[in-house]
């Protein structure tokens, strides 16, 4: 049954505006180097969940040119479409396209959401892969015009329950595919640094609508550190 929250825990969010997108890409790679570099020297390893969308794919292709010990880093997904694994919808081909094909993270290091094999068999696959991690140490995010974040859209279940799994299995998305994969809001909650990129005009209703503190999924997002909301100029106006 789907479970719809009428209240959500307390995020605590801190804005950011950049005067455009490049400002805005430098500074969240910046972000990610030093969250990297605090991981490995706090425990030898870098867990980052990443996200797709066009902010990310710019971050990505940034990422291409950082130096960075690859063989440290531990790649995890937020969210998938289930389509096969080298459709060009697949964020884990963007990911592959833009960054990963092009450094020395090991291929062991990746772990793609197996959404090839349909909603459900894959939420039960990857919340099994993710037993093998604690808290991430670094969530990235996007923001729809809904106000969705990852696949977890309004009027769905987004997990913020204490008994939702790690992982959902996510059915008749208003975006296409409609069959989908999600990491859960408590489960992306469940990091060191959330930190997500917004841009454009098309995102300056979500935005406003999440600063009031309308009930959007963005919100459902409360790690204890809380989050960071990088935007561009024409996405805060």
Not at 2 to 22: E, M, N
Not at 52 to 80: M, Q, V
Not at 162 to 186: I, M, N, Y
Request: net charge negative.
């Amino acid at each position: 049954m789907t479970r719809v929250p009428t209240a959500l825990p307390a995020q605590s969010a801190r804005w950011h505006v950049f005067p455009d997108d490049a400002s805005l890409v430098a500074n969240a790679l910046a972000g990610v180097m030093a969250a990297s570099r605090d991981a490995i020297a706090q425990h030898g390893a870098f867990d980052i969940v990443l996200a797709g969308g066009n902010t990310p794919r710019k971050l990505y292709r940034a990422l291409c040119r950082a130096g960075a010990d690859w063989s440290r880093w531990h790649i995890w997904f937020g969210d998938e479409r289930c389509a096969p694994p080298d459709d060009p919808e697949r964020n884990s081909r963007m990911a592959r396209d833009e960054w990963l094909d092009h450094v020395a993270v090991s291929v062991g290091n990746v772990h793609p959401i197996p959404a090839e094999s349909g909603a459900r068999e894959a939420a039960t696959l990857y919340a099994r892969d993710l037993r093998s991690v604690d808290a991430f140490d670094l969530v990235l995010l996007g923001l729809g015009e809904d106000g969705h974040t990852a696949s977890l859209f309004p009027g769905h279940d987004w997990g913020v329950h204490d008994d939702s799994p790690d992982v959902l299995a996510v059915f008749d998305a208003p975006k296409p595919p409609p069959e989908r994969v999600s990491l859960s809001a408590a489960r992306l909650s469940d990091a060191r640094r959330v930190l997500f990129l917004v841009e454009g005009t098309g995102k300056r209703a979500a935005v406003a609508a999440w600063k009031r503190g309308d009930t959007i999924p963005a919100a459902s997002i409360t790690p204890e550190s809380g989050v960071d909301v990088l935007l561009d100029a024409a996405a805060a106006a």
